[in-house]
């Protein structure tokens, strides 16, 4: 009868886990700056199927900034969850901006805290140095040069501008592509969120100053090269198609190759006529700035967006010097030591910091540094290969797989226990 009475107390014990097991988890979506509630359902419709999660997606305005966009999400998730809004179960994600929205909403309401964890997705956690080129006139002065490199070839062939290289792409189009990517332009449009996200902003040293015990996880990806075509790709595309662009560029380039020989070719020909032959040359050089600005214009465009910088690097080794012998006199002055005895030849344990330039892999707009969260256990962070800052969120059409859901996968799939572990619909 005691034993029975002991099985009774730890069935009726445990019944409020089963019961939260078998509950679906609301997961909260957060989409980035210039998005909608469109962008996550690829996977939130994949999971909700799947595993037992109540998910909520929703538009919010971005465009005032990150304080006034947390302040619509906690606004939304009080007014869809009620009660349930500051379940300790709650997980939030948030892509690109919006990982920093649910950091600060968890800054915010710390000790009323909505989210029990946290997956930031291809996040500007230490900010976007894409903001800041904008910010200091970097991002237009790259096109505008970009403009006038790509013109001067069909300039001077005297072809009409702007110039049709193939289908709908031209010279104006191709030099204004990068400036034209939606979160370009949405930060250009919204000088709130362009200040809010720029490196060293107050908002961003804000959020990255307050320390929580929040469970967190953190998602980047490294697109293949060129990583700034198939990034304008995704968005030329809506994200079904990352290679459609590269093509068109390689065959643009391929163009203004051709020109340049052609040019030289007339070139030598005329050599008999100097006159003939300098205007074949100098057409030749035109188209020649052209296809060197394509060839480039990777580094280009990772110049605005920082995938270099400078670190400082500490390290220590043992030097063989020459360590100098002091006098000391009565009136408590020092000298060193005349020769031959000025200094004794001697092993010392130095340590040293230098600052050396790293180069990061990047997602097309935001590097690595800024995309993986510091001071999380590493087993919290996960890459997702061959994917741009947008291709992240649908990689259904991806020549590798859905990789991004492999990684969800790996997530709701973690040990007993574990905050983030969700378990499978019967």
């Avoid at 060293?200 to 998602?219: D, F, G, M, V």
């Amino acid at each position: 009868m005691k034993k029975t009475y002991i099985y009774l107390v730890l069935i009726l014990l445990s019944f409020p886990l089963f019961n939260l097991n078998a509950q679906d988890r609301n997961v909260v979506w957060v989409h980035g700056l210039g998005e909608d509630e469109g962008l996550w359902e690829h996977y939130e419709t994949i999971f909700t199927q799947e595993r037992q999660m109540d998910a909520h997606r929703k538009s919010y305005y971005t465009g005032h900034g990150i304080e006034n966009a947390s302040a619509r999400v906690i606004s939304s998730v009080n007014y869809v969850l009620g009660s349930d809004a500051t379940n300790s179960q709650n997980i939030a994600i948030g892509h690109s901006m919006g990982g920093l929205i649910i950091r600060d909403i968890d800054r915010e309401e710390s000790g009323n805290e909505m989210f029990g964890g946290i997956i930031t997705v291809n996040s500007p956690n230490y900010g976007a140095a894409i903001a800041n080129s904008i910010e200091n006139g970097s991002v237009e002065s790259v096109s505008l040069d970009a403009c006038n490199k790509l013109s001067a070839g069909p300039l001077n062939q005297a072809l009409p501008l702007p110039w049709v290289i193939l289908g709908n792409l031209t010279n104006d189009v191709l030099c204004n592509l990068l400036i034209d990517l939606d979160p370009v332009q949405d930060l250009i449009g919204y000088s709130e969120a362009l200040e809010d996200l720029s490196v060293s902003s107050t908002k961003i040293n804000e959020i990255n100053n307050y320390s929580t015990s929040t469970p967190r996880i953190s998602i980047w990806s490294a697109e293949d090269s060129p990583s700034h075509w198939h990034l304008a790709s995704s968005f030329y595309s809506d994200c079904e198609n990352d290679t459609e662009l590269v093509d068109d560029i390689n065959t643009a380039r391929n163009a203004y190759k051709a020109y340049y020989d052609y040019n030289i070719g007339k070139a030598i020909a005329n050599s008999w006529n100097p006159f003939l032959s300098a205007l074949y040359f100098n057409r030749a050089a035109q188209w020649k700035k052209g296809y060197d600005w394509i060839d480039d214009s990777e580094s280009i465009w990772n110049s605005l967006i920082k995938t270099t910088r400078l670190e400082y690097y500490t390290y220590s080794y043992w030097d063989y010097r020459c360590i100098y012998v002091w006098n000391e006199f009565d009136d408590g002055t020092k000298q060193i030591a005349p020769p031959p005895d000025e200094c004794e030849w001697q092993w010392v344990y130095v340590t040293t910091t230098s600052t050396v330039s790293v180069s990061y892999p990047s997602d097309g707009l935001l590097p690595e540094y800024t995309q993986k969260l510091e001071g999380i256990p590493g087993g919290n962070i996960y890459k997702v290969t061959g994917a741009n800052h947008m291709e992240v969120t649908n990689m259904s059409n991806s020549s590798q797989g859905d990789i991004t859901r492999t990684r969800f996968d790996q997530i709701w799939d973690r040990q007993l226990g574990d905050f983030f572990r969700t378990n499978k619909r019967d």
